[in-house]
Every structure is written in C-alpha cells, then in structure tokens.
C-alpha cells in the first residue's frame, strides 16, 4: 500500500492507535497532517514521522475549518481523512451529568461530522478522497458503564454510512473501523486504578476470543487497507476489528 503523493490527515494522533496510523502512513510515503489537543504528544510522534502538527479541539467546527482549509491550501489537496480522536466515559446512564454527556458527544460525534465536513468540502471538487472513521465494538454491541462512549460510537457508525451514501458518486468512499480492547492509553483511562498487566490479561481471556488485546498498529494496518485503492469497492462499511468479539 503506497501513498507516495497522498496527503492524509490524522486526528487524535498524538497517541494510540492514531500515532500508529501516522507511523504508518508516513512509512508507506504519505505526506502526514497530524492533529490533536495534546502539544507534547503530537510533537513527539512528528519527530518520529515527520509529519506537520496542527494543535486545537476538534470539537470546535471553526478550527475544523480553518485547519483543513490551511493544509489545501499549501498541499493543494487532501485526499485521506482519517478521525481517530476520541474519549471516553466509564459511567452508566445515572452516573453521567450533564457535562461529561456534553463533552464525549462534541469529541467524538461532533468532531467527527465537522472533520468530515470539512475534508468533504474539498474532496467534492476533487471528485476523489478517503475518510476512515474509529467507530469501536461499543458502536455495535453496547456494553455496560460506558453509556456515553456506546451511543457515541453508534452515532459514528450512522454517520459514517450516510456519508458514504451521500458521497458515493463523489468519488469519495467512507469507512470505519470497529475496535475492541486495544493496548493504547484509553484502556487504562477513566478508571479509579489503572488495570495491571495482569488484569489485562484476565480481560482478555474472558471476553476476547483469540485471548489477547489488539496492539495499535494491528489497527492502523487495517486503516491503511482502507485508505488505500485495494479496498476501492468499499464503503459504508463498520469494519470489526476485535478478535471474534462480535461474532459470537
């Protein structure tokens, strides 16, 4: 998969499954634009791809704008967006006030739609482009005390196939990924005790099929599959990546 010429714009890349996907799309010959809240992470993971960093909120449509905006302008084109920010929640319903409800749908649905949006506006004249949205497992399936984050992540997964629909004579194919348990930062996020390397394991002996997380550039492979043209007859498609997780 080459993507000599290409210009890709990666949210949420400071770390994760986002970093890997920079790493990976830099590796392969894209010229990578990296976005994200966190200086200090984002600035690391340039140094290692030498990709260009843009820092602000996502959930704020005028930075969506303005940043796409600037990149067609010096690049001339984008032709792969892909939105990997995200956080999360761990609380059921009762216990989710009204901010925290707030904040998880302005990141990752609202930040999701403005990047998109935006990206759009531009691929529309180019009659071509690539977005790839992280959905996750919880889009699909649900899950308890993370009530927030699973209705976040089923509104990406709409989002995702209208867009692919609204598109498809644009030239423009939109897919997401599914994820399940992952190695990344979010896995130990959000809880009162970060889980042990031991605790992991048990998570992934009781719940994963194949009886182990998924590390980050297991993810990113398949984002780049499809970014790239051997997946050109593909869209509107949730692509699980989780083990067997939803298929029992």
Not at 48 to 61: A, L, M, P, Q, R
Not at 167 to 183: F, K, L, Q, T
Not at 213 to 227: I, S
Request: charged share 20%.
């Amino acid at each position: 998969m080459i993507f000599t010429d290409k210009v890709a714009v990666v949210t949420g890349g400071s770390s994760g499954m986002g970093a890997a996907t920079i790493e990976a799309l830099a590796a392969s010959g894209a010229k990578v634009k990296l976005i994200d809240i966190d200086k200090g992470g984002a600035k690391e993971v340039a140094k290692k791809t030498g990709s260009e960093v843009f820092i602000g909120d996502v959930s704020n449509s005028e930075f969506c704008d303005q940043t796409i905006d600037s990149i067609v302008r010096n690049e001339g084109q984008i032709d792969i967006l892909i939105n990997a920010a995200g956080i999360i929640l761990r609380a059921d319903a009762l216990n989710t006030n009204d901010e925290n409800w707030s904040r998880i749908m302005q990141v990752n649905v609202d930040g999701v739609f403005f990047m998109c949006r935006s990206a759009l506006r531009h691929m529309v004249n180019n009659k071509s482009g690539v977005i790839v949205n992280f959905g996750s497992i919880w889009g699909n399936v649900a899950g308890s005390g993370v009530t927030a984050y699973c209705v976040s992540k089923g509104a990406v997964h709409q989002l995702t196939k209208a867009l692919a629909l609204e598109h498809a004579e644009d030239g423009i194919r939109v897919n997401a990924v599914a994820p399940g348990e992952v190695n990344t930062p979010m896995i130990r996020s959000g809880r009162e005790k970060p889980p042990t390397v031991d605790e992991l394991q048990k998570l992934a002996d009781d719940t994963i099929p194949i009886k182990r997380l998924a590390e980050p550039e297991e993810v990113a492979e398949v984002v780049l599959f499809l970014a790239s043209e051997r997946s050109s007859y593909i869209t509107g498609s949730i692509v699980p990546v989780d083990a067997g997780y939803t298929a029992r």
